[in-house]
């Protein structure tokens, strides 16, 4: 059985059960017994979390670490193209719940992105939480979007086709600085973001524990990341949901992908409804089987892949629609 739901549009598979490769990961992850996220330190958390970057699964022309208007980065680029025109740029902002993840955590999929888009990608290790409570981690971001469109030159990329995404927490400052926009952003990838910091949504209760992400890791997450004083789970730089209209019609072309097993399903799902209801250009993606963070593992996942490719061309057609994506690309 199965329903049309959401203003996009998309097939929701009522009593859809997970995905079976999916499962078996959550299955096996499941025996190793690991300490829940909120009962570590942040630097022990951290540390776990580094040890299980996997290895790189495919090459990029070129990789450089760079200091992004203070903020340490790292710069992917495609191949170049035969006629020597400058890409665009993804300003790629890593997931881990502003307390944990790095360059390293996400050097997949910035690869994945890079190579099959055939745009630069610079990916952006920003403060965290707790010693850089918010705003420190939104301000290195906003900081280094500005600096990489006035460093365009540098860079090698177009600074007219500027783009930001990111997974997760990062998706949540993403929509942070399209909010902010201090360059101009022609499009943003949201990829299960955390859009509404109040967690009061059906699926903080449906999918509260078994898929990776927790509700009370999310609750240890925003903990730390507002441990500051600065800032409440009411501040639309903190709950980008509760933008003023205004703001939030100003967004950017935008892709927003979503997990069904996920807690922040339904926030993710609202605003892209909301950007869509405002006038907004969204295209929304669907994973009714996946959970939380299975954009990070297409070592292990079909769908990661798949999700990829769809987000790797959404990106070509936005920063150049007249460049075909490499979506083949090994």
Known sequence: MSEFIGKQGY?????????????????????IDAPPLDSQDPVVARAERAALAPDPTEDCHEIRDLDAGGAAARLYSPTPTAD???????????????????????DNVCRALTNRSGHKVLSIDYRLAPEAPFPA??????????????????LGIDPGRIAVGGDSAGANLAAAVCHIAPAPIVFQLLVYPVADCRMNTASYVENAEGYFLTATSMAWFLDHYLSG?????????????LA??????????SMVITAGFDPLRDEGIAYADRMTDLGVKVTHVHFAG?????????H??????TAH??????????????????????
Not at 290 to 298: D, I, K, T, V
Not at 311 to 318: D, F, I, R, S, V
Request: overall charge negative; proline content about 7%; glycine content about 8%.
């Open 11 to 31: 097939w929701h598979h009522v009593g859809m059960p997970l995905n079976l490769e999916a499962r078996t990961l959550l299955e096996y992850m499941a025996t």
């Open 84 to 106: 020597g025109s400058l890409p665009g740029l993804l300003m790629f902002f890593h997931g881990g719940g502003w307390v944990i993840g790095d360059l390293d955590s996400h």
């Open 137 to 154: 981690g939104l301000d290195d971001c906003v900081n280094s979007t500005r600096w990489a469109h006035d460093h365009a030159a540098e």
């Open 229 to 241: 004083g600065e800032g409440s789970a009411d501040d639309p730089r903190v709950s980008p949901l």
């Open 244 to 253: 003023s209209d205004e703001v939030l019609a100003a967004s950017p072309p």
């Open 290 to 298: 996946q959970f939380h963070a299975f954009f990070s593992l297409p």
């Open 300 to 305: 292990v996942l079909s769908d990661a892949k």
């Open 309 to 330: 490719a769809l987000a790797a061309e959404a990106l070509a057609q936005a920063l150049d629609p007249l460049r075909s994506v490499v979506a083949d690309h090994p």
